[in-house]
């Protein structure tokens, strides 16, 4: 189900296990193992936070969305079935759990029984509800416990507590996404995909290692790509670590921003020393596309996205047909700069030299999208439509023009979140950038229906894959690259830095006390507008 990247299981008690051996790594060609492989997945048991009975069986909702499967005990006639139907949200029908989810995945599973006896899922799903639902009424479902998994977490180790609950809801809703969205890697969703998207991973993995204090899963992501350029192409995969073949130019152009996070909060020279030559090959990838003054025109091989969904593009006025066009369009030219740009920043801290070119890129990128007479930059050279994307992305990576901070920055306050989830998170980074702290925190705070709080208020545990359930057609209910106020908060309202010292807390005082902690550096605990 999903995208071909989960399966359904329709187990028969009747038919006996043979020996089950335990899985053991095998050495041969074609095989690769991680050098330095994650922690086990947690795993743990969660009952029911309420349960109903109903005519054959009986209705659980265990309280929030978690990743996991359902191991239950009943007793029936050998070859009675019972239906197991698992999903995110209730419905008001008779099995009373919307089995055939928003989100494409339909979690409905028979289970054939042979007298008393008990099953456990093989794979997981994401899902907060389920009906176990016998055939017969002889048949009585004994017990029904919710498996959850998800990869190494305190959840104790990172909170934010202030004075505005909506802050410390938001945090905690983006901090429970981001957990049971990882995994074994940096799920896109638990449920409907279940890959690793790069682009997502920028995100997720800013929110994870403030979370969790560990840069392993980042690294791991940084592997995977890596290794999906190695064994597939040198523009790297938009999905890696599995079967399903995507490639999306933007995710491409933001494995520096992996590489210098990852350095930012390890000091691993020897690891980011080891990753240039993928960057490196993966720049001459898309430089085969520029033209006379470094600019992409026509990335043909790959998707240029922009923002997802396209409804929440801000009206981008440029054709983003598959495969593009012709043409240069400010996005898919704004992440090029800006990997350039990190490259070089990459060889600085390498003392490598290089042939400096990221400048002379930015005022190309200048001279072909900025307006001057507005004071904003257009979707394209031939369109004077000036949409937020286009605008964020340059103010993000720090190349727009001298004296133009405040026509940029009220302009993208004044669109708001228009956008999606994804881009929120270049969104903020880009107003912080700017000194817009305050414009920060009440986007973090705002109440709006495109806001973090729209989903608290639509009951999401997890945040959304977008601003709410009918925001997209597939929406899953727990998508962790919407967790952009957790790096956010630490690193620019707060100001902790990722070696553990604190710099300039930003915390607008209408904020009220607030107080945060993290694992990170063996843990940190910072107050704003209040006692430290």
């Known amino acids: 189900v999903g995208y071909d990247t989960q399966f359904l299981e329709h187990f028969d008690s009747r038919v006996k296990d043979g020996k089950l051996l335990p899985v053991c790594e095998r050495d041969g060609k074609g095989i690769v193992f991680a050098d330095a492989p994650l922690p086990a997945v947690e795993v743990y048991e969660v009952r029911p936070a309420k349960a109903e009975k109903l005519k054959n069986g009986v209705f659980c909702d265990f309280g929030a969305e978690y990743c996991g499967g359902l191991k239950i005990k009943a007793r029936g006639k050998s070859g009675s079935k019972v239906r197991i139907l698992c999903g995110e949200e209730p419905a008001d029908?008779?099995?009373?759990?919307r089995f055939d989810m928003r989100c494409n995945c339909r979690y409905e599973e028979i289970w054939t029984l042979d007298g008393e006896c008990e099953y456990e899922n093989y794979d997981y799903k994401a899902f907060r509800y389920c009906s176990v639902i016998a055939e017969e009424e002889e048949t009585v479902i004994e017990d029904v416990t919710l498996v959850a998994r998800n990869g190494r977490f305190d959840d104790s180790a990172s909170s934010v507590k202030g004075k505005n609950h909506v802050l410390g809801e938001v945090f905690d809703l983006c901090k429970r996404g981001v957990k049971v969205g990882a995994q074994e890697a940096f799920m896109d969703c638990p449920s409907r995909e279940k890959g690793q998207y790069t682009g997502d991973a920028t995100v997720t993995?800013?929110?994870?290692?403030w979370l969790t204090g560990s840069a392993a899963m980042l690294e791991k992501v940084i592997k995977d790509e890596a290794m999906s350029?190695?064994?597939?192409?040198d523009g790297i995969m938009a999905t890696v670590c599995g079967s399903y073949m995507q490639e999306i130019a933007?995710?491409?152009?933001q494995f520096p921003i992996h590489l210098l996070r990852h350095y930012s909060f390890t000091k691993n020279k020897a690891f980011l020393a080891s990753m240039?030559?993928?960057?490196?090959?993966?720049?001459?990838?898309f430089a085969v596309y520029g033209r006379e003054d470094g600019l992409l025109d026509g990335v043909v091989d790959k998707w240029n996205l922009v923002d997802w969904p396209d409804n929440l593009r801000d009206g981008y006025d440029f054709p983003l047909t598959k495969p593009i066009g012709k043409g240069a369009h400010n996005v898919i030219n704004a992440f090029w700069v800006g990997c350039v740009r990190n490259i070089e920043e990459i060889k600085d801290i390498l003392g490598i030299p290089y042939e400096k070119r990221g400048d002379k890129l930015a005022e190309a990128f200048n001279r072909a999208f900025f307006?001057?007479?507005?004071?904003?930059?257009?979707?394209?050279?031939?369109?004077?439509?000036c949409s937020l994307p286009s605008n964020v992305i340059p103010c993000y990576y720090g190349f727009r023009p001298e004296g133009y901070d405040k026509p940029l920055g009220?302009?993208?306050?004044?669109?708001?979140?228009?956008?999606?989830?994804y881009m929120a998170y270049f969104l903020l980074k880009a107003l912080a950038g700017m000194g817009r702290y305050e414009d920060v925190y009440d986007l973090i705070v705002s109440e709006d229906e495109n806001s973090w709080y729209n989903m608290i208020r639509e009951g999401g545990t997890t945040c959304f894959e977008a601003w709410g359930k009918d925001k997209k057609w597939n929406t899953s209910l727990c998508h962790p690259w919407a967790s952009a106020p957790v790096p956010v908060i630490y690193e620019d309202l707060m100001g902790i830095n990722p070696d553990g010292t604190v710099g300039k807390i930003n915390?607008?005082?209408?904020?009220?006390?607030?107080?945060?902690?993290?694992?990170?550096c063996g843990g940190i605990t910072v107050t704003a507008n209040g006692e430290e």
């Open 250 to 253: 933007d995710y491409s152009l």
């Open 276 to 285: 240039l030559p993928v960057a490196e090959k993966m720049e001459k990838h």
């Open 410 to 421: 009220d302009f993208l306050i004044s669109r708001g979140l228009v956008c999606g989830v």
């Open 229 to 233: 350029a190695a064994l597939i192409d």
């Open 205 to 209: 993995s800013a929110s994870h290692i």
């Open 507 to 520: 915390m607008p005082a209408k904020a009220g006390k607030v107080t945060v902690t993290t694992p990170l």
């Open 371 to 385: 307006r001057p007479e507005k004071g904003l930059y257009a979707d394209s050279e031939t369109s004077d439509h």
């Open 93 to 97: 029908s008779e099995e009373r759990v």
